[in-house]
């Protein structure tokens, strides 16, 4: 099959890349890389609400109402991985496009197919491993910005790489502009000139402002306080950016609820309580916490991402021995190293962000140098240095194929290296998986049919599988700890089965002995809402939730009894 048919790009770019997919879920599965995604599934499928709630102000915009429709038609399925699977993958075709098109022109079609397979292997499989939305936004924007500016002038190309960006907002906004930003070096490349490359970078932009404005345009009120509040919380929680300084006693409550994610009490915890409560210290952020977090993260990078810097550091020895362009090359370099420390050390850098833009770096890296191959000394760079044919009377070459016989064989090794850690990954994540479905059946097989409520639970959501519906067994649940307990669904649930949508009055009314609600807390969270209970004798009679058993399947959660004092 010629290297440039149709069928044959088709196979590698389109049938190899859904294969190599279809063997990591089947292989090694896929686990939600934190509760963040099977909350979004709780929330859409009506588990922490009552009933499917169609709009999130965070999360999912336009995509909610669909989600919501399909579960209540079929909540067997689990809609939301099936949605950021076909996302993903969308991603995943791509980014096998942008980089097949790249290297088309110098290997042929096995060895083409071989570097495929190990890009996916060695910078691909843990976005399918490790499953999380904010990869799928990601991927999903920067891909699509490479596929059009890698074709500039083309129209198809062009809605392809809108509709793609367009999809990542809709799921997350400012994660489709870090996916954009984070591509925007390769795509400038891959388009080949920056005349070339405006006419896609100014058009993606100007769409993703219009997204943008008309967001701002039609969101409600509460909408606003929502992001307005959770982008404080983040300040706290996410980036370690604020410290405690409470000036009252209710202040201290509040400090206190924040510290164990319990953000629904609106008393304790509102829109100007993270001003008041809290305060940023420069000398301390700048002088102890970034450079603490920038060291757990170079660690966790050198342990977990070996591979791909690896990489890196063999596209810079090699553009060091290039003639020309230097000072771009080494400016796109400079640029991404400094991104990665401006995130783990003054904002947040997760696994689920820090690959994506590894792999985009990587991708800068391969367009500039394939793009001025010529610029090299002869047999240097890599790929033809890796395939050249040598002749057995070739003695010159002798040292060079005892070099190439190497560098093989290192690579062997690093592949084998990194296996392995993914199989240890596979295994830690399985045996989670399995504690957390012990612990939601539990729960179901003790609480079914009775109003539920959590707190301190959230991690049980963590490792589940994108592919399954789990949860916590029939019966309303309401959740105090977490991102969404501070969400408009939960006052109305509050309000459904209470009647207030006041957290503390809410609680109190379920702790009535007529209602039968079971309580499973963390001790922490207990401790909380008796100290809360206490502050807040004036609003009826005094509750003490006593311990009664612990969660056989996992003894940080307990049962808890609501008595008179």
Known sequence: ??????????????????????????????????????????????????????????????????????????????????????????????????????LRPHLRAGALGLVLVLFFAGAWLEHWLWFSHVRVVLVLAGAALLFAAQRPGHRGALLVGLAGLGAAWLLRPGLAWAGYGAALPAALLLAGSWRRARPVVLSTAVSLGLLAG?????????????????????RVLDFDQLRPRPRTAADSLGTAALGLWLMGDSTVVNEGFCSRAYRFEAADFLGQVVPAKLRLRAELLLRDYFLLLL??????????????????????????????????????LPPR????????????????????????????FPYAWL??????????????????????????????????????????????????ERVLAEISRRTAGRVRVLAGATDVLKSLSPWRVRTPGPGPVLMLSGWQSHDQSQRELRRSL??????????????????????LLSRETAQWLNRRFRNDTGAGPAVVLRPTAPLAADTALLFYQPLAP
């Open 1 to 102: 099959m010629p290297n440039h048919s149709r069928l044959a790009i088709f196979a590698r770019v389109v049938l190899l890349p859904l294969a190599l997919v279809l063997a990591t879920v089947a292989g090694l599965g896929s686990y939600y890389e934190t509760s963040d995604d099977t909350t979004l599934a709780w929330l859409f499928s009506g588990v922490l609400t009552g009933a499917p709630v169609p709009s999130l102000p965070l999360y999912f915009h336009g995509y909610g109402h669909v989600l919501a429709a399909a579960y209540m038609a079929w909540p067997g399925v689990s809609w939301v991985g099936v949605l950021l699977a076909g996302l993903l993958a969308a991603g995943t075709v791509l980014t096998f496009a942008v980089l097949d098109r790249m």
């Open 214 to 234: 008309g967001a701002a345009l039609w969101q409600t009120p509460a909408a606003a306080r929502t992001q307005a509040r959770d982008r404080a919380f983040a």
């Open 311 to 348: 990489a890196l550091v063999a596209t810079a020895v090699v553009a060091g021995r290039r003639r020309g362009r230097e000072l771009w090359f080494w400016g796109v370099q400079a640029g991404f190293a400094a991104a990665l420390v401006v995130l783990a050390g003054l904002l947040k």
């Open 353 to 380: 962000l820090e690959l994506p833009v590894l792999d985009f770096w990587l991708l800068a890296n391969l367009g500039l140098l394939l793009k001025d191959a010529q610029a090299y000394p002869a047999g240097l």
């Open 387 to 436: 395939t050249a044919k040598i002749g057995p009377g070739d003695s010159a070459a002798r040292p060079a194929a005892s070099w190439r016989l190497v560098a093989l064989v290192a690579l062997l090794v690093l592949l084998a290296l990194y296996g392995a850690k993914m199989l240890h990954r596979r295994q830690a994540l399985g045996q989670e998986r399995s504690r957390h």
């Open 498 to 519: 209470t009647g207030t949508a006041d957290q503390s009055s809410c609680l109190r009314r379920l702790a009535e002995p007529t209602r039968g609600t079971r309580w």
